[in-house]
């Protein structure tokens, strides 16, 4: 069981889980969600964005889904939660904190990390007592050094973390790879 507090407004979580139940209606049910959104980068998409408020379903690379009865339903892309995977979730702004509560199987599929860019993604580390970014990275130098980003739930902005930052285990991060 994996269980992800969601707060009203934009979301960066990880999915450690695969799904039992792999139908997003299924995964979010009872949760009030204005969209969840999923980054499936081709060759050449766009890799980050400052504010997911700018429009997402215009930038390509990005799937959403939009629960009914929402007039932009009809816009849905993305049928299903996957594990290992990092999603935008917006909750209704007068929503108050929920938890969404994920029943499967642990999936672990190592992350591929695009060159000279950024990958959103959550990390795989335990909940209690997890490393810092810079402990976390620090056998690889193609990440020494390199910008990080999370979302701030308070403005949906994405900002930049320091290395000392410890990871949270449910968060999906920006991060550049050199």
């Known amino acids: 069981t994996q269980t992800i507090t969601l707060k009203p407004g934009w ?5 450690a889980l695969e799904p ?8 979010f049910a009872g949760i009030p969600v204005r969209s969840v959104w999923r980054w499936i980068p081709g060759r050449n998409d766009a890799q980050f964005i400052r504010d997911p408020a700018e429009g997402l379903e215009s930038i ?7 629960p009914e009865p929402r007039p932009d339903a009809m ?5 299903t939660i996957d594990g290992n995977i990092s999603y935008l979730v917006r909750l209704a702004e007068d929503a108050g904190t929920r ?8 999936r672990f599929i190592p992350t ?10 959550g990390l795989p580390v335990t909940a209690a007592n997890p490393p810092t970014f810079t402990e976390f990275f620090s056998r690889s130098g193609a990440h020494q050094g390199q910008p990080i980003y999370r979302l701030d739930n308070a403005d949906g902005r994405w900002k930049p973390v320091s290395g000392s930052t410890p990871i ?7 991060i550049y790879t050199n």
């Open 99 to 106: 938890q969404l509560t994920i029943r499967g199987t642990p």
């Open 11 to 15: 979301n960066a979580i990880h999915i």
């Open 75 to 79: 816009l849905t892309n993305l049928h």
């Open 112 to 121: 591929l990390w695009r060159p000279n860019g950024f990958t959103l993604t």
């Open 168 to 174: 949270n285990a449910n968060e999906a991060y920006w």
């Open 60 to 66: 390509e690379g990005w799937f959403a889904w939009f």
């Open 20 to 27: 039992n139940d792999k139908e997003i209606a299924g995964v």
